[in-house]
């Protein structure tokens, strides 16, 4: 049943700190091609990773308004640091379906590896402290303990456009030096703006699977969708609209470099 004031046909709306996001919107794209995107890439207050929870809440919230305020029939929490500090929040107080990232990401993983496989998990030091996924994987029937590798740096590689590739190489080489020996079976990417790390990752653990929880994610909230009878009309013409609290230039780049376009409308938020 839809919910009142919510319309199939409204957007479905997206945030996170800065450019991760824009991975869950690429599968999005591909999974439900007439939905219409609303997404706020909070840039001027990233990284959330190093913030205390209950100021990533505050963000958070702020942001789940904003996109409400704007008609989106349904949240998506594309912040792994986001979804740890947020998601009951926002879900007691959003009128729609509201999914984050971390659940779907476990699930994907125990799909890969089992539940005696060896998991690994990169993330922000937030989201590893949080202890969120070890106990979502436990709930799944995890058996072996979570191998967890905090890392500060890559976020802000990716958000400056991945330019510098020897410290790329490098960040990567030293952060998955922990999944080595003994080796993991799969890698759990715990934060959005990763997936853009895959060929370097990829390079250093050959043979991991590397676990996009945006894929999952994106499988669930189609099903979140059907369920309360919200898939936008197959005639819909999608749209998408972007805000940012940063430079909106500097995320129209971004924009280029994740979803191959950016003629989309950016509009910067001032808080």
């Known amino acids: ?68 305020n704007r008609g989106a029939k349904a949240i998506i929490i594309a912040c792994n640091t986001a979804t740890a500090a947020a ?65 500060p740096d890559f976020v802000t590689l990716v958000e400056s456009g991945l330019k510098d590739k020897a410290a790329v190489q490098d960040a990567v080489k030293r952060y998955t030096e922990i999944f080595r020996n003994p080796p993991i079976d799969a890698l759990i990417l715990g934060c959005t703006h990763f997936p853009l790390l895959n060929e370097y990752l990829a390079q250093e653990l050959p043979g991991v699977k590397l676990i996009d929880p945006a894929i999952q994610t994106a499988d669930n909230l189609k099903q979140m969708l059907e369920e309360r009878g919200l898939l936008a009309d197959l005639a819909s013409e999608a749209e998408y609209r972007f805000f940012c609290s940063g430079d909106a230039g500097t995320f129209k780049k971004n924009l280029l470099r994740v979803l191959g376009r950016d003629d989309y409308p950016v509009e910067h938020v001032a808080w």
Do not use: H
């Open 1 to 68: 049943m839809v919910e009142q004031g919510i319309s199939a046909n409204s957007p479905i709306g997206v945030f996170d700190s800065g450019t991760g996001g824009l991975t869950v919107v690429r599968q999005l794209r591909r999974l439900l091609p007439n939905e219409s995107v609303l997404y706020f890439a909070d840039t001027g207050r990233l990284p959330y990773g190093t913030k205390p929870q209950s100021q990533v809440r505050e963000f958070s919230l702020e942001i789940a308004g904003f996109l409400q």
């Open 87 to 151: 998601l009951s929040a926002i879900e007691e107080r959003f009128p729609g379906p509201v999914i984050g990232v971390i659940r779907p990401g476990a699930q994907s993983a125990i799909a890969a590896a089992g539940v005696d496989g060896r998991i690994g998990l990169i993330a922000t030091d937030g989201t590893v402290s949080s202890g969120v996924y070890d106990r979502e994987l436990a709930d799944l029937g995890l058996r072996n303990e979570l191998v967890k590798q905090g890392c």
